[in-house]
């Protein structure tokens, strides 16, 4: 069955560590996001990308970076930069990019999510 | 004022009552309208895209007031399964990227 595959599920870490969250798909699909959840909050976005080797800054990028160099693989890195990394992080999928209208193309299919905490 | 803004919730209400969730968003030229239903420590899936006729799936009906600038989701009979958050989304603009915008949330627990 096609997906999208995060690990790892839960996440500890200590402050002044980076970590890496995987993500993979393999719905052949050509954008990819990053999202946090804090409790009791929206989703909110992080990078995206909708196109093998180009992404682009969500709306709280700092403290993360993100590679897309294959079609089926976005992962995240969570830098000692980021202050509060303690979070739900989610990665999702979609058929298009995000300038199309069509409502198929813009269905978001999520992951699990990794749960991160910073000790 | 928030781009999409949810009832703060949380609703409780019992097995069979009909309940409605709004959302407002603050750009007139969004285009396109999602509810997403996250159940407790999951991942958001969606629940139905919103069309400007409005539609319907079963015990769900999801309405869009371009006028008023909000969307609704009714669902009617609740069942305990349906006690989850409710997520409404919007497509931002072109000079937003195009980006899914969502509103907080608001949760539903549907009691026996």
């Known amino acids: 069955d096609g997906g999208i595959t995060q690990s790892p599920k839960y996440l500890f870490r200590k402050e002044g560590q980076n970590v890496t969250l995987s993500c993979e798909q393999n719905?052949?699909?050509?954008?990819m996001y990053w999202y946090r959840q804090d409790p009791g909050q929206g989703l909110r976005l992080i990078y995206y990308?909708?196109?093998?080797?180009?992404?682009q800054k969500g709306d709280i990028a700092e403290g993360y970076s993100v590679s897309r160099e294959k079609k089926e693989s976005f992962p995240l890195t969570v830098t000692s930069a980021q202050k509060n990394p303690t979070a739900f992080y989610l990665c999702?999928?979609?058929?298009?990019?995000?300038?199309?209208?069509?409502?198929?193309?813009?269905?978001?299919?999520f992951g699990a999510g990794s749960r991160l905490t910073v000790l | 004022r928030k781009e999409v803004e949810q009832d703060p919730g949380p609703f409780n209400v019992p097995e069979g009552a009909t309940v409605a969730f709004n959302c407002t968003y603050s750009?007139?030229?969004?285009?396109?309208f999602f509810w997403y239903r996250q159940d407790c420590r999951k991942e958001p899936k969606l629940l139905m895209s919103?069309?400007?006729s409005g539609n319907e799936d079963g015990r769900f009906t999801a309405q869009l007031n371009r006028a008023s600038q909000y969307i609704s989701l009714l669902i009617r009979d609740s069942k305990l399964s349906d006690s989850a958050t409710y997520l409404c989304?919007?497509?931002?603009?072109?000079?937003?990227?195009?980006?899914?915008?969502f509103g907080q949330g608001t949760e539903l627990s549907v009691k026996p």
């Open positions: 990308s909708q196109i093998v080797n180009d992404f």
């Open positions: 989304v919007v497509k931002g603009i072109y000079n937003q990227g195009g980006k899914l915008i």
């Open positions: 750009n007139s030229a969004s285009q396109s």
């Open positions: 919103v069309y400007s």
């Open positions: 999702a999928s979609s058929i298009g990019s995000g300038e199309t209208i069509l409502f198929r193309a813009n269905v978001l299919t």
């Open positions: 719905l052949n699909h050509d954008a």
